[in-house]
């Protein structure tokens, strides 16, 4: 966060009124109420894990054995069974 000069950002009128509350301290003043972004949607870890989910499906609806999995994906056989579940309900959701 960089602090700002009000005299270079506010309107001359409004930073007069605020002087009429405060002086030379600092405020934060905050955003405005919006919709926080949800786990891994900025940085795009939401969407790798997706994409590698569906990867994981992918080769296992082609024949790719469990242990095969565990080893490419260095996951327990119990993750790699609750994606391939997960991702099997979403495919059969998504074709109705």
Known sequence: MSYKNGRDILPPSLLKQLQDYIQGEI???PKKEQKRAGWGENNG???YIERRNNEIFRQHKS???MAELV???HLSE???RKIIVK???LVA???Q
């Open 45 to 47: 870890t939401r969407l």
């Open 93 to 95: 959701n998504a074709a």
């Open 78 to 80: 119990d993750s790699i």
């Open 63 to 65: 024949g790719m054995t």
């Open 27 to 29: 405020v934060y003043i």
């Open 87 to 89: 991702t099997r309900e």
């Open 71 to 73: 080893c490419t994906y």
